[in-house]
């Protein structure tokens, strides 16, 4: 699973125009999910200033785990970092691999929504808030998954978890904006 998350929205809303804002929404909608149905992704939902997307198995092959990391990378790039110019929007990502409930939720006779839901699902949220600008924090499932070697590694403390999380902080060679 991948969360991306706009930093500081409201702040960035508060200067603009209710169009000119959704302009800049709608851009970074176009970035991500490109990148991420680029790399097998299954676009979960565009929830106000989020993305969640879904890398299934049965889609994304045996590598999701990797597919996943790699998405998630592709959408920093997308936006910008690592450009002379910098990012267009400040963003952070959270990429976990796990076990959760895949399906459809929701009222029989009125609304319907296909989602994921679980732990491992909250997990992934936790990780793209806790991430840094332009940062990509990477479960311990998801790097044994990937089979990546671990970078930096940091402790988060994460909203409904009793311990602090180890995560993997991955960037590409482009520096922090």
């Known amino acids: 699973m991948v969360f991306v998350d706009v ?3 409201t702040e960035m809303s508060d200067g603009m125009s209710p169009s000119e804002y959704a302009r800049t929404m709608n851009r970074f909608y176009a970035a991500a999910t490109n990148a991420l ?10 929830v106000g200033d ?7 198995p049965a889609f994304a092959g045996g590598d999701h785990a990797s597919k996943a990391v790699e998405g998630a990378l592709a959408i920093m790039e997308r936006v910008g970092y690592g450009t002379a110019s910098g990012p ?20 029989e006779g009125n609304y319907k929504d296909f989602t994921a839901l ?3 699902v909250n997990l992934a949220s936790r990780l793209a808030q806790a991430a840094g600008s ?14 990546l070697a ?24 482009y520096r922090h904006i």
Request: net charge negative; proline share 5%; glycine share 12%.
């Open 50 to 56: 989020e993305v969640m997307a879904l890398f299934l």
């Open 88 to 107: 267009f929007i400040t963003i952070g990502a959270g990429v976990n691999t796990g076990t959760a409930y895949v399906g459809v939720v929701g009222d």
């Open 37 to 46: 149905t680029d790399a097998d992704a299954i676009i979960d939902k565009l």
């Open 134 to 147: 332009g940062e990509v924090l990477v479960s311990q499932a998801t790097i044994s998954a990937a089979q």
């Open 150 to 173: 671990p970078g930096e590694v940091r402790s988060i403390e994460a909203k409904g978890f009793a311990n602090p999380i180890p995560v993997t902080v991955l960037t590409r060679p």
């Open 7 to 9: 930093r500081n929205s």
């Open 118 to 120: 679980g732990d491992e």
